[in-house]
């Protein structure tokens, strides 16, 4: 046990080298769970875009509702998807930054006919095919 207590004595530990030592680990424990978190949301949002696809949006749709996830940093994005609610608040925050936001009123109208546009592809898909139906056309399965 000799060996042991002359191995560590408070008097010959360095506290500038004990101070990077708790620092090293600080920063490599930050790094870990940082990492964890990053690869955690990039997985949610391969879910999102997976899910996005299967509805069969048009790509200016898909565009706008992936630029609206990200702008609001979601931690599951795919509840967007599966929420009426929530993406009804997003559409909300959006329509409010667009209209407040400088730009043309044609450009605003479509941008907003869009956001209408994905909503009912999202969640109301059967309008979609009584409206054809209705229209004499062909309703897509």
Known sequence: MKGIDNWFQSSQVNPDILLGIGIGLAVLIFLLVYGAYLYQRRRHYKVFEKEMKSLDLEPNQENTLTEMVRRYSMNEPVQVLVSERLFDDLATREMRRILSGIGTIEAK??????????????????????????SGGVAAA
């Not at 109208?109 to 869009?114: A, G, L, V």
């Not at 994905?118 to 979609?128: A, D, E, G």
């Open 109 to 134: 109208e479509q941008y907003i006919d869009t956001l209408y546009a994905i909503r009912t592809k999202t969640y109301h898909p059967r309008y979609l095919t009584e409206e054809a139906i209705s």
